[in-house]
């Protein structure tokens, strides 16, 4: 009889334990964000039936593994591991869904091992300074944003090869970058992608297949950069910024490039050319800037461009020999600067075919130029005209039709002979 009580004592005690864990494990989501900061949270986290955060998850703190997080199957959240001492991301080779990933200042981090996401809409992998591998993203075939940002030890991208599209990408800041060649597969970035300052990065070619860019295209700061040959199948792009590589010669690599709405090329010390842009024949919407380049010396390249928007500034390219690319350009629908361009520039021929120019005119500082002829066929001005300090400049004869027909703001000073607008209609515009 003792033995029979015993039993039933061990049976309940059993039916009991097994209620419990039917209540506990009803429902195995965890509704509302959740922030874990200490490796005894971690751990004890197993203890629960949690498959699913409806909500954020972060992962923050003295952290050095996530073996307790191994129930977790989905985030339907953000899932963001910040400032921990990880070395490698084991303990969630379940979850195969995160609504986005951010990976940011995990200074012993390696490589992702354990990160098996196949889907989510946004990863962002920043600041992680030791951080030599992300191979771990290889199941991940479709993402909205990207970003690769600051991690000063990764070499390349490789574990990106499944993504066809995005919507975002951001490769920047990454100083021991070598390639990009593990993005060859991506043909559309739906809105912008920018490619700044990894100082070790020499070439572009895993943007091979990309064929069209729905906002803009920032090449900017990358040192090491001599030629943009990745970007050949490039077609289509809504605005265009090559800024600042130091070792770039040329723009051949966008030779099939014909339509754009903003073209900025400024302070690439070596260029020389910009002749890979002459396929280009939409009108440019908004600006054409050609800005602080050096070594450039001519415009050829922009032949094909029919008319600018708002503005068209070629400032301080200081030896730039003639503007003649800019020959088909018919109106300007802003403000025209020539201004900064001291060794070389000795005319304005390329503007010749402008008629029309929206608001202001400004010819500035250009030191051997010596006539304004090839700004005689504009006829409608807006508001401003300042001719300033082209200390060589005596022949402004090329403004008259202007200022026949204009009745704004004139500045005429510091130049080589400085007639008043009434002289240069009484035929007294040279010397």
Same mark, same amino acid.
């Given at each position: 009889?003792?033995?029979?009580?015993?039993?039933?004592?061990?049976?309940?005690?059993?039916?009991?334990?097994?209620?419990? $864990?039917?209540?506990?494990?009803?429902?195995?989501?965890?509704?509302?964000?959740?922030?874990?900061?200490?490796?005894? +949270?971690?751990? +004890?986290?197993?203890?629960?039936?949690?498959?699913?955060?409806?909500?954020?998850?972060?992962?923050?703190?003295?952290?050095?593994?996530?073996?307790?997080?191994?129930?977790?199957?989905?985030?339907?959240?953000?899932?963001?591991?910040?400032?921990?001492?990880?070395? $490698?991301?084991?303990?969630?080779? %379940?979850?195969?869904?995160?609504?986005?990933?951010?990976?940011?200042?995990?200074?012993?981090?390696?490589?992702?091992?354990? !990160?098996?996401?196949?889907?989510?809409?946004?990863?962002?992998?920043?600041?992680?300074?030791?951080?030599?591998?992300?191979?771990?993203?290889?199941?991940?075939?479709?993402?909205?944003?990207?970003?690769?940002?600051?991690?000063?030890?990764?070499?390349?991208?490789?574990?990106?090869?499944?993504?066809?599209?995005?919507?975002?990408?951001?490769?920047?800041?990454?100083?021991?970058?070598?390639?990009?060649?593990?993005?060859?597969?991506?043909?559309?970035?739906?809105?912008?992608?920018?490619?700044?300052?990894?100082?070790?990065?020499?070439?572009?070619?895993?943007?091979?297949?990309?064929?069209?860019?729905?906002?803009?295209?920032?090449?900017?700061?990358?040192?090491?950069?001599?030629?943009?040959?990745?970007? +050949?199948?490039?077609?289509?792009?809504?605005?265009?910024?090559?800024?600042?590589?130091?070792?770039?010669?040329?723009?051949?690599?966008?030779?099939?490039?014909?339509?754009?709405?903003?073209?900025?090329?400024?302070?690439?010390?070596?260029?020389?050319?910009?002749?890979?842009?002459?396929?280009?024949?939409?009108?440019?919407?908004?600006?054409?800037?050609?800005?602080?380049?050096?070594?450039?010396?001519?415009?050829?390249?922009?032949?094909?461009?029919?008319?600018?928007?708002?503005?068209?500034?070629?400032?301080?390219?200081?030896?730039?020999?003639?503007?003649?690319?800019?020959?088909?350009?018919?109106?300007?629908?802003?403000?025209?600067?020539?201004?900064?361009?001291? %060794?070389? !520039?000795?005319?304005?021929?390329?503007?010749?075919?402008?008629?029309?120019?929206?608001?202001?005119?400004?010819?500035?500082?250009?030191?051997?130029?010596? %006539?304004?002829?090839?700004?005689?066929?504009?006829?409608?001005?807006?508001?401003?005209?300042?001719?300033?300090?082209?200390?060589?400049?005596?022949?402004?004869?090329?403004?008259?039709?202007?200022? $026949?027909?204009?009745?704004?703001?004139?500045?005429?000073?510091?130049?080589?002979?400085?007639?008043?607008?009434?002289?240069?209609?009484?035929?007294?515009?040279?010397?």
């Amino acid at each position: 009889m003792k033995n029979y009580n015993v039993l039933v004592l061990l049976l309940f005690l059993i039916i009991s334990c097994n209620n419990d $864990n039917d209540e506990i494990c009803d429902d195995n989501s965890y509704n509302g964000s959740l922030e874990l900061t200490t490796q005894q +949270e971690i751990d +004890e986290f197993i203890n629960n039936c949690y498959q699913t955060i409806n909500g954020d998850l972060v992962i923050r703190g003295e952290i050095t593994n996530l073996n307790g997080l191994q129930n977790i199957t989905s985030v339907n959240g953000l899932l963001e591991i910040v400032n921990t001492s990880l070395v $490698n991301l084991e303990g969630l080779q %379940n979850m195969n869904f995160a609504n986005g990933i951010s990976i940011v200042d995990n200074n012993n981090l390696m490589n992702l091992k354990g !990160l098996e996401v196949s889907t989510t809409a946004f990863i962002s992998i920043i600041g992680n300074s030791n951080l030599t591998s992300i191979d771990d993203l290889r199941n991940i075939s479709s993402v909205g944003s990207l970003t690769i940002e600051g991690n000063d030890s990764l070499i390349d991208l490789n574990g990106l090869e499944a993504i066809t599209s995005v919507d975002d990408l951001n490769v920047s800041y990454n100083n021991s970058l070598e390639n990009i060649s593990s993005l060859q597969n991506i043909i559309s970035v739906e809105n912008s992608l920018f490619i700044r300052e990894n100082n070790s990065l020499s070439n572009i070619d895993g943007l091979s297949s990309v064929t069209s860019i729905g906002s803009t295209l920032r090449i900017d700061s990358n040192n090491s950069l001599i030629n943009l040959n990745g970007l +050949e199948s490039l077609n289509l792009v809504g605005s265009l910024l090559i800024l600042d590589n130091n070792s770039l010669m040329d723009l051949n690599g966008l030779n099939n490039l014909t339509s754009t709405s903003h073209i900025m090329i400024s302070a690439n010390l070596n260029l020389v050319s910009i002749e890979g842009l002459q396929n280009v024949t939409s009108p440019i919407i908004d600006d054409l800037l050609i800005l602080n380049n050096e070594s450039l010396l001519n415009l050829n390249g922009l032949n094909n461009i029919p008319s600018v928007g708002r503005n068209l500034d070629i400032k301080f390219n200081i030896n730039l020999t003639n503007i003649d690319g800019l020959q088909s350009i018919t109106s300007v629908g802003n403000s025209l600067e020539v201004n900064g361009n001291y %060794n070389n !520039l000795i005319n304005l021929d390329g503007l010749q075919n402008i008629t029309s120019v929206g608001r202001d005119l400004i010819i500035e500082r250009n030191e051997v130029l010596t %006539n304004l002829d090839g700004l005689q066929n504009i006829i409608s001005l807006g508001s401003y005209m300042k001719i300033d300090s082209n200390i060589v400049l005596t022949n402004l004869c090329g403004i008259e039709s202007i200022i $026949n027909n204009f009745s704004g703001q004139i500045d005429i000073q510091n130049n080589g002979f400085n007639p008043s607008p009434q002289e240069i209609i009484d035929g007294n515009c040279s010397q």
